[in-house]
């Protein structure tokens, strides 16, 4: 019985198979010369029966016999609708190419292979990759409101953002990671950061951002935490144009009383234009020797800047940014361009305990401060594109614009170790900071055979940057009231410094090689480099006191350079230069590297990419000590040859599962700042000094994945991960008497492992009733262990004992643990009104800030939470509105010195510094035309 009903069931399964017919085809990218595209929508019209194409863009479908209406789409395209006959046990083929349809931003195309900005698409190209890289395009930057490029990384694994102080990837400081802008290697525009400040850098400008997290020969050997790639958008898909505007409120930041300094008020100043007033004056020539004293008419003409300040009212800030891209056909071939400029403003108050350590059998604070900035910054970029493509041939330029300011009042008040029995001590300050970055870029491809599979790859770029503090004034005194204070001329008191580090030339270029064979197999075979020229002046002008000045008065701040004006006009005062001859310093640093790179697929389920750079490092500095004015520069040089061989294997266990595994060496060389022979003195005594004998670090770098990709939108990924860093580079403070350096040391070794792991959930598949929310989550755990060394070389090139406060240390600037999470919710109000609402968490683990030294234990920077809410909303194809609200725990950012001091410590608190930034609520508005 049992045996008829299995052969009676087997008759059924075939007579109803036999009436079933296949729908196969491939669909193409009408736009991109008819590449495979990935993750379309293929469907039956009203059957409810649905597939999407796989990475070769190829899709099936089973259907009973009868008629039908094949539809084609994939967001951005035109949707095409096909009228189809299937037969019973026959296969249909429709093949078919899709164009563009509405122009959306977040569908732009993507200079890599992928070719598009859909998460399902890089999540695919995560899944396919050799490497272990991570990428966010434009569509999950849009749906998570992100704003800026920095922004947008810290939404990948183990990468999170520290106030001011730039990514940390996998707990490890700025100072790891590298930055690739369309593959070319970029300066930083801010010499106390590896990379540029990635919040100047617009999402609408950016079509995708990978992240290289283990090494691969073709990108450069400075790698340890990660290397980023920001690809621009430079071949929009249709032309558009599109006006955004923006304005915000922080909680204790806007609409209060606000302290600018004069220069920040003007209309000049609103838009960040006023460093130009505050410039050195030509009075004082192009070197600081001879010395020039100024004083009466000539001292109130040279300086168009003074040491007073305004108070008002701060307003909302505000944003605003244009998007224009036209799209052209010239024959056969594509022409492009796109064009977009930004510009944003905001208004920062900090307030908190700022303190600084002093050494001895009892520690104890030589500064307790309270400090209180005043802040009005500004950001403007700009970006122009241009592509041309052929069948075979691609040309695209790109021209990018960076400009950030900061005007800042500071006022640190309360004691001050020289002057220990006043508690009103005040320390003034009134500052500019600008930086600029210009890059101009020219890059492409041609495809020497007409099957693709040699292809040879060009990239070419120049840049300028500069960063300068000019005019950076201060004065201190006796605190009586915001109306009062008490000051008196001589000494350091009224004193201008200016400093300019300038990068005159940046220079890189790549050629790459590409030779695909077999099914997929590919050899690459290349050179890149770049070369950096930068420069410093750091000059001082001091006021002068004449012999019938009184030894102290008092000052309406708002009014003190009605009062230094008189007094110049009396001869009370002058201002002379005291700079001194280490006033110029100078870096000379050249990369030039080959590699070749070679990934077999070894069969359907192992492939194995291995390679080898060998890059040669330059380094060139030159500097003066402290004395005379006739010395000779010293020179100090660093000639080093790596051999930087890689292995990147992925072991696919099935269609869902890979398992991967990289091992690699590579360096971590300092950032400028770091190892720039150049002592900043700031107002309140503390110092920071570079150490130019640093030398590179070499590390040693295994990484070992599984991943598992449930559906084309899911994902689970667990890795482990470990480092040997050789020379490790650290930030110290030392605490002398009457000042507190902070300056960078090589340790001997550090050794570094831990885990990471990653999910994406569509989280229908708990509940249908959730099936528009998704959910994201990353963290990393992970341990350090560092040896000190008996000795360290000082910046002044001394080898003495390292005194150090503990022997056994975790990594400076490394955290235990971090976590980043978000949930969406997707939903409409109408048929064309799409909505996104998305709320992002992210929190990292206690990690030193700054080494002890002395018998002082390390400041630590203690865990900050961040909780943000993001609503994007499509009202329709024109109209674009999204509201943020950013820092809703408005946690304290905190130093404090730990508790393991080998001396007595007498204070009362281990708090070094603190503030809160406020809650931040933006809402702004787009208009596509």
Known sequence: MKIKFFFLTFFMCLVMTAQKGTISGTVTDKDMNNAPLQ????????????????????????????????????????????????????????????????????????????????????????????????????????????????????????????????????????????????????????????????DLIPTDVVSLIETYKTFNPDIYGDFAGATFNVVTTTKPIKSITKLSLGTGFTTNNNLRDFNLPTSAGSTKGFFGFSGSDRDLPSVFGSTPNPPVTVSRNDAINAFKNGFGMEKSKSPLNTSVGILHAEKFDVGKNKLSYLFSINFDNSYQFRQGVDRTLQAGSLIQYSNNFRRTTYDYKTNLSSIVGINFSTERFTISSSLLYLKSTDSQIQDQLGVQSAFANNPNYLIRTNQFEQSDFYNGQIFGDYKITKNKNHVLKYGGSLAQTKFSQPDRNSYTGTYVNDQEVIVSYGGNNFLRQYLDIKSNLFSSAFLEYQWKFGSDNKLTVGYNGNHNFTKSSYRFINTIKNFNSASTFTVNPYEIDNVIRQDLLDYEISFQEQSNANWKSKLEETINAGYANIYFKINENLGINTGLRLEKYNRITKYKEIGSWDQNYLKIKTDDLYVLPSVNAKYSLNEKTNLRLAISQTYTKPVIMESFPISIVNPDGTVFQGNPYLKNSTNTNVDFKYEFFPTGKEMLAVGAFGKNIKDPIERTFVANPGTTIMSFLNSEKAVLYGIEAEFILDLSRFSESLKDFTWGFNTSVMNTKVTVPSTNISPTGNVSQSIETHRERELQGASKWLINSDVKYDFKFTKDWT???????????????SLGTAGIDHVYELPVSKLDFVWTSKVNKHIDVKFSADNLLNPYYRLELGDNNKDTFTEASHRIQDYKKGVGFSLNLSYTF
């Open 39 to 198: 993750f379309a929508n293929v469907g039956l019209k009203g059957a409810g029966v649905g597939v999407t194409t796989d990475e070769k863009g190829k899709y099936s479908i089973k259907a009973e016999a009868g008629n039908y209406t094949l539809v084609f789409s994939f967001v951005g395209y035109e949707t095409i609708e096909v009228p189809i006959h299937v037969k019973a046990g026959e296969t249909v083929t429709i093949d078919k190419a899709l164009g563009s349809g509405s122009f959306k931003l977040e569908d732009v195309v993507i200079q890599k292979s992928v070719n598009r900005e859909k998460e399902t698409v890089l999540l695919l190209e995560q899944k396919k990759a050799v490497e272990i890289k991570q990428s966010i395009g434009a569509q999950e930057m849009s749906r998570k409101g992100v704003s800026d490029v920095e922004e947008g990384l810290t939404k990948i694994t183990g990468i999170s953002k520290v106030g001011s102080r730039g990514l940390f990837v996998r707990g490890l400081e700025d100072r790891y990671n590298n930055l690739l802008i369309n593959n070319l290697a970029v300066p930083s525009n801010n010499p106390f950061k590896k990379i540029i400040p990635l």
């Open 835 to 849: 909505n996104t609402v998305t709320l992002v968490y992210s929190v990292f683990g206690k990690r030193i800030y």
